[in-house]
């Protein structure tokens, strides 16, 4: 089961999901999505939260607003976290989870530590929370599915690409066969590389006697 929450401090807005336990958070560690961020308490149990971007779009792209949501979220949703004052939530890309053998399940490290950002959580704001779990809908995605059809699209727009830039090239290459050839026949055309049938006397070469 994956719980789904609509964060509405954007337009348009956008969504947060998690596992609904950590056998859900181990599938999404395992099926998500380049495109998607990943939040957690630090250094203490809580839930995996997750902001899918578009195609391009980086850490530095998710609005304030939205961080903030997700943070809120994610201590929500920690037995410990969501008791204390001043905690940190730590967020990255997906690709930079790391997941070895003999780690627990829903446990996560990280293959580049430069690349995971902190943000200090103050405390609950129960208004946020309130409006999010307003919005919460529970779904039981085919994770693998969804998944292996995004990565299919995205091979399919790369072959399409790469055949766009071929045709580019080849128009490009024809473009410059044809100037280097007009440049070619107005060479051959100018009056001072013209030749005459004309003797110097000014008759013509085939008159004969």
Request: with cysteine; net charge negative; proline share 3%.
């Amino acid at each position: 089961m994956v719980l789904y929450f609509t964060s509405n401090v954007v337009s348009p807005p956008v969504t947060l999901f998690m596992g609904a336990d950590k056998y859900e958070n181990e599938k999404l560690i395992k099926w998500g999505w380049p495109e998607d961020v990943w939040f957690h308490v630090d250094k203490l149990s809580s839930a995996h939260v997750y902001l899918r971007l578009h195609s391009g779009q980086s850490l530095d792209d998710v609005p304030t607003a939205v961080l903030e949501d997700a943070a809120q979220l994610v201590k929500a949703n920690s037995i410990l976290g969501n008791k204390m004052n001043d905690i940190d939530v730590i967020y990255t890309m997906w690709s930079n989870l790391k997941k070895t053998e003999g780690m627990e399940v829903g446990q996560v490290g990280f293959f580049k530590d430069n690349e995971v950002r902190k943000m200090r959580v103050a405390k609950r704001i129960n208004e946020i929370v309130n409006r999010l779990n307003k919005t919460k809908r529970e779904a039981q995605p085919d994770l693998q599915a969804e998944r292996e059809e995004r990565d299919k699209s995205e091979r399919e727009d790369k072959k399409r690409l790469l055949r766009e830039q071929k045709e580019r090239e080849k128009e490009e290459e024809r473009r410059k066969q044809e100037e280097a050839e007009l440049r070619s026949y107005t060479t051959l055309m100018k009056s001072e590389n013209m030749t005459s049938n004309m003797c110097p006397d000014g008759n013509d070469s085939d008159d004969f006697m």
